[in-house]
């Protein structure tokens, strides 16, 4: 269509041809804003699929959770100490600690070491080390948590077993796991926020006579901070929701640990290892496990808004 | 020829980054609080000079350095430790670069990292460097508050007072007011005139007539030679050399 009516054009001459080719314009510029609020709406609606499964989710756990809490009462549901389905009794709270504690003593190795990583990657080694280290790093994000367990469970387990005594599966073993799981989301994301930092700062740093490491800690990290603190949740929501690889080397008894070497079990690995077979309350305390898991994780995500909006606020 | 005494000068200085020379032989004398200035086109050498002297030019990688920088009558680059050195020979950037913290955690940086950790004399260090760069009254209400929401003016003079809080003998300045406003450019320019009865300043500048109005001595830098070095009146009014009078009359560069 479009060539015939140029064609009609020339044979018209000029005069016409003005006002033709300015219809034209204005009728390819219609088709034109017509795609752009198609593939708009295209984007609104593949946003809304997200929004769509948050808002399900949180509904239906919560639907299906709270009545057990209320039905067990809030107490001993939460601080209750003992779990034994079988008799009726639902207490999840050594569960709770074996979760916070499993995830604090991972997320503690994993800023040690993690940051160091960053601020090795980011400021000290040479670009060929880096160019080894980072796809090594990636790889290690990538790796499936079944694997993890089973490396856990046919490495770590054995050592701890041999060195510390007991069987090996235990809080620490989970520790260890879960802390070189989050190790690639803190170091990629902190090596990020560092490297954003303006070399200015760097320089204005090093001309005032402060030394390398100096610039790091003084300058480097703090300028980098949200970033950093931004890894550090995102690594703790991951370790906070692991699940496969926990349920293969933390031996998944529901008692209060009392040392590094005592047998855990964790919330998502209470979920995982029971709802095969629960029905009725069982089952209902299982998602009422997973209300719980869920607010920690809001919990997480409220702080990491928070430090990410203060972040566009600075 | 003057009574000035002589804080910096270079022997056959040359650097090379990689198999490119952007110095060659660089023999200057840079007197005791007064203001010399660097002209010279883009690319000329002169910011790579003014690097020299606080070994900022160390942080690039594949730069060979050869020949002798004396500041105090010790070579630089032989008998300094880096970190003394710095902390003698400050430096002013293009660009404002303030660190992303409060004013006066900005002006305290350099005090803390060499060592003081008293309040009430970083206090002191703080307020006198401020007045000092003539920044103390607009900010002494906001010394909290992120040196970031400082305009582009105030920043560089914050700059200027956290390179005067390691009190430092010699301020080297990379263009620093090429980023500003003509009336930032004043006040700096002013600041400069009441810094040089304490300090030495070596200032790199684009601007012929900033170099005219503020500087003792001028050199003039082409290809990474010095062409003509002279008092700055000698420079702009009777240059020796053809090729000074064409840059700074406008007819290249």
């Known amino acids: ?106 997320v503690v190795i994993g800023i040690v070491v993690g940051l160091f990583t960053a601020i090795f990657l980011a400021e000290i080694a040479p670009g060929w080390l880096v160019r080894i280290f980072r796809p090594a790093i990636e790889l290690l994000a990538g790796i499936p948590s079944v694997v993890y367990g089973f490396f856990g469970l046919i490495v770590i387990v054995p050592l701890i077993s041999e060195y510390l005594g007991g069987a090996g599966n235990s809080l620490l073993a989970g520790i260890i796991i879960l802390a070189i799981m989050i190790l690639p989301t803190i170091i990629s994301i902190s090596e990020t926020s560092m490297r954003a930092v303006p070399p200015s700062y760097k320089e204005g740093s090093l001309a005032l006579g402060a030394t390398h490491i100096q610039t790091i800690f003084k300058v480097i990290v703090p300028a980098a901070k949200s970033g950093i603190l931004a890894g550090i949740v995102l690594g703790t929501g991951r370790a906070i929701g692991e699940t496969m690889a926990i349920i293969l080397i933390t031996g ?17 690995a209470n979920i995982a290892l029971e709802m095969g077979y629960a029905h009725g309350l069982h089952q209902e305390a299982l998602f009422a496990t997973g209300v719980i898991l869920f607010i920690f994780i809001m919990i997480l995500n409220i702080v990491l808004n928070a430090i990410v909006y203060k972040k566009v606020n600075q | 020829m003057n009574s000035s005494e002589l804080k910096i000068y270079t022997h056959n200085l040359e650097l090379f980054y990689g198999d490119a020379q952007a110095l060659k032989n660089i023999n200057i004398n840079i007197d005791e609080k007064k203001v010399t200035a660097l002209i010279g086109p883009s690319g000329c050498g002169k910011s790579t000079f003014l690097k020299t002297l606080n070994r900022m030019n ?46 006066y955690d900005n002006v305290a940086y350099g005090p803390r990292i060499h060592g ?108 990474g030679e010095i062409v003509e070095y002279d008092f700055t009146e000698k420079i702009f009014s009777n240059p020796t050399d053809k090729r000074t009078e064409d840059y700074i009359t406008g007819r290249f560069g």
């Open chain 2, 58 to 103: 160390d942080l690039i990688p594949n730069v060979k350095i050869t020949g002798d920088v004396y500041f105090d009558g010790l070579n630089v680059y032989k008998e300094y430790d880096i970190v003394e050195l710095r902390k003698k020979v400050g430096m002013v950037f293009q660009k404002p670069n303030p660190f992303p913290m409060s004013v």
């Open chain 2, 116 to 223: 003081i950790k008293s309040k009430s004399k970083l206090d002191e260090i703080v307020e006198k460097s401020l007045v000092n760069s003539a920044l103390w009254d607009e900010v002494k209400d906001r010394l909290k508050k992120n040196a970031l929401g400082l305009s582009g003016g105030q920043q560089q003079r914050l700059c200027i007072a956290r390179v005067l809080a390691v009190e430092p003998e010699v301020v080297l300045m990379d263009e620093p007011t090429s980023a500003l406003d003509p009336i930032s450019t004043l006040k700096i320019e002013d600041l400069m005139d009441q810094l040089k009865e304490k300090y030495t300043i070596v200032i790199v500048t684009h601007n012929m007539q900033q170099a005219g109005r503020i500087s003792d001595k001028t050199a003039f830098f082409l290809h």
């Open chain 1, 252 to 268: 998944n008894t529901p008692l209060i640990p009392t040392a590094l070497t005592d047998r855990i079990r964790t919330l998502t």
């Open chain 1, 1 to 106: 269509m479009a060539a015939e009516s140029s064609v009609s054009i020339e044979l018209k001459g000029k005069e016409k041809k003005g006002s033709v080719s300015h219809f034209m314009k204005k009728n390819k510029k219609n088709m034109g804003s017509i795609l752009e609020k198609i593939i708009e709406n295209i984007f609104f609606l593949c946003a809304c699929m997200a929004i769509l499964s948050v808002v399900t989710i949180t509904v239906y756990i919560f639907a299906k959770g709270s009545p057990a809490i209320f039905k067990i009462g809030i107490a001993e549901f939460v601080f209750g100490m003992v779990w034994m389905p079988t008799s009726g009794v639902f207490g999840i709270f050594p569960m709770i600690v074996a979760s916070i504690l499993a995830t604090l003593g991972a």
